[in-house]
T-cell receptor, first 112, second 114 residues
Framework: GDSVTQMEGPVTLSEEAFLTINCTYT??????LFWYVQYPGEGLQLLLK?????DKGSNKGFEATYRKETTSFHLEKGSVQVSDSAVYFC???????????FGSGTRLSIRP | DAGVTQSPTHLIKTRGQQVTLRCSPK?????VSWYQQALGQGPQFIFQ???????QRGNFPDRFSGHQFPNYSSELNVNALLLGDSALYLC?????????????FGPGTRLTVL
């Protein structure tokens, strides 16, 4: 079945470091891909999305490119801040369905 | 513009009891989905309601049931609670069933089963 696999955490970085969180997916067809962020005590917020191959989603300095050849959607940020500390979820959604399939999440901690 | 709201925020129940969680969708949205997020895991899709009917269902037992009201708000009911039902329950709303429309998530209800 369809699934999302993302790198296990926790990931701890110093402020201003470069961030990469790996995500790969398994799905038939052409799903839309998402990154969601969950701050402590809050619900999920959509961080960025891409709906077709080679699309790049970006928001708040974060970027991810939809790579169909490698079935990947890695999250990157050039310079992280303490306020980026949160749990990040990679997810997919089939164009013909409405449920979202999530990865298990990656906890990111940024130290000053 | 109010976003997705859920109540209660926290809930403690004992095994075998029944629980009802509530969700009000974002203004203008008519479709509500429910997800279960166990500790340290990603959310798992429970079911979706549109036009007061269950449209899609994930791999959850019949103990999990729901309802959608004419004002688009929704309830999630869980009967015969098990310890493993302890989780954060998230409600998400969107406009129209299916398609690539963004789902907006509420803050969740934290259910603890003792």
């Amino acid at each position: 079945g369809d699934s999302v696999t993302q790198m296990e955490g926790p990931v701890t970085l110093s402020e201003e470091a470069f961030l990469t969180i790996n995500c790969t997916y398994t799905a038939t067809g052409y799903p839309s891909l998402f990154w969601y962020v969950q701050y402590p005590g809050e619900g999920l917020q959509l961080l960025l999305k891409a709906t077709k191959a080679d699309d790049k989603g970006s928001n708040k300095g974060f970027e991810a490119t939809y790579r169909k050849e490698t079935t990947s959607f890695h999250l990157e940020k050039g310079s992280v801040q303490v306020s980026d500390s949160a749990v990040y979820f990679c997810a997919l959604r089939k164009s013909s369905a409405s449920k979202i399939i999530f990865g298990s999440g990656t906890r990111l901690s940024i130290r000053p | 513009d109010a976003g997705v709201t859920q109540s209660p925020t926290h809930l403690i129940k004992t095994r075998g009891q029944q629980v009802t969680l509530r969700c009000s969708p974002k203004s203008g949205h008519d479709t509500v989905s429910w997800y279960q997020q166990a500790l340290g895991q990603g959310p798992q899709f429970i079911f979706q309601y549109y036009e007061e009917e269950e449209r899609q269902r994930g791999n959850f037992p019949d103990r999990f049931s729901g309802h959608q009201f004419p004002n688009y708000s929704s309830e999630l009911n869980v009967n015969a609670l098990l310890l493993g039902d302890s989780a954060l329950y998230l409600c998400a709303s969107t406009r129209g069933a299916g398609g690539p429309r963004e789902q907006f998530f509420g803050p969740g209800t934290r259910l603890t089963v003792l």
